[in-house]
Structures are given as C-alpha cells and as structure tokens.
T-cell receptor, first 112, second 115 residues
C-alpha cells in the first residue's frame, strides 16, 4: 500500500531562516500533491497544490517542489516568522481513485 | 461565509451506543470526506463521497457508516462505537472541477471519546 513519510516529527529553526519540510512517498506518483497547515485543535487549512507535471509552485513566501523521480516533495517557507509555527501536512491524490492519503505531519517551531 | 460545520464538537459516549456526527457544507461541493486523526498516525480517510448517493470506503472504514442523501450533508454514523474509535474527526469538502486537485475545506473537528 502507498506510504508517505514526512521528514521528521518536529523541526525547530531560527526566525528569518528558510524552513524546508520533506514529504516522501513510495510506489506510484500521485496526480496531485497538496500541502496543508494545521494549528492545534483546528482543522487543516489548504496552502498549495502541485500537479505531477509541475516541478515547482510558489505563493508569497511559500514554495513547493515535486520530483517524481525521487518520489519527493519539498515545502519551503522563506523568511520564516514565529506565526508560521504549526504542523504541516502533505497529502497525495491519485487520479485513478478518489482516495486522499495524508502524511502524519511535521511540527514546525520558529523561535524569535 | 463559506464553511464546513460539524456537530457536535465534543462527545463522550459509552461503548455500543449508536451515534451520528453531522457534517454540512454551504459551498455546493460535490466531494465530501471524513477523516480521523490520531497521534502519530496523521489524518486517515474513513469514507468519501463524489456526489449524492455515491459513497466509497477510504483507508479505515470498519465500524463506520455514511450516507449522502443531499449534496450539502454527509453524516458519519457509528452503529456500535468502541473505545478504539476514540479520536478527533474531521469532515471536509471540495469541488471536483479540478478532478480532485481542488482545495479541501475542513470542518472544525469533533473530539469523540468512547468509554
């Protein structure tokens, strides 16, 4: 069965640095890959979508890359701020089925 | 305001007592889905629905039922809850215009405890 691994449970970085989160998957490449932000006690909030034929997507300070050869997506937050502290989830969507598979998330902490 | 609502937000019940968690969206979305979230396991899909009267199993459907009689509502039913169904549950919806690539909007969550 498909497995997703997000690089680490927790990541701590200094304010102003770039945070890089990793999402690795096994087996088949998804048609879409999404990144979400989740704050404690709240539902996930959609951030970015990247399609299998796209290599990179940007939105303000956020950047997502998608490498189907490495079976990996990287999620970058540049000029990180304490307000970026949250758990970030990646999700894989396959066009052959309607299931959506989430990773377990990486808890990001930005220290001032 | 575009939103997904869930009720109740918190529920403590006992083993075997049937319960229903409601989910409603006001965005005319075709796709709706239920997830459970457990520490260390992330979000796991329970059931999803592509449209009215069309439902299918996700990764962890055992012990759950759903129905989609109207486009806006997608209730989650636990016929005989057990303690291993203690979890945080999220409902989500999206359009299918982009063929599943579209944003999923999540509800606020329902924290269920089964004693």
């Amino acid at each position: 069965s498909q497995k997703i691994e997000q690089n680490s449970e927790a990541l701590n970085i200094q304010e102003g640095k770039t945070a890089t989160l990793t999402c690795n998957y096994t087996n088949y490449s998804p048609a879409y890959l999404q990144w979400y932000r989740q704050d404690p006690g709240r539902g996930p909030v959609f951030l970015l979508l990247i399609r299998e034929n796209e290599k990179e997507k940007r939105k303000e300070r956020l950047k997502v890359t998608f490498d189907t050869t490495l079976k990996q997506s990287l999620f970058h937050i540049t000029a990180s701020q304490p307000a970026d502290s949250a758990t970030y989830l990646c999700a894989l969507l396959y066009s052959s089925a309607s299931k959506i598979i989430f990773g377990s998330g990486t808890r990001l902490s930005i220290r001032p | 305001e575009a939103q997904v609502t869930q009720n109740p937000r918190y529920l403590i019940t006992v083993t075997g007592k049937k319960l229903t968690v409601t989910c409603s969206q006001n965005m005319n979305h075709e796709y709706m889905s239920w997830y459970r979230q457990d520490p260390g396991l992330g979000l796991r899909q329970i059931y999803y629905s592509m449209n009215v009267e069309v439902t299918d199993k996700g990764d962890v459907p055992e012990g759950y039922k759903v129905s989609r009689k109207e486009k806006r509502n997608f209730p989650l039913i636990l016929e005989s809850p057990s303690p291993n169904q203690t979890s945080l549950y999220f409902c989500a919806s999206s359009t299918l215009a982009g063929q599943l690539g579209d944003t999923q909007y999540f509800g606020p969550g329902t924290r269920l405890t089964v004693l």
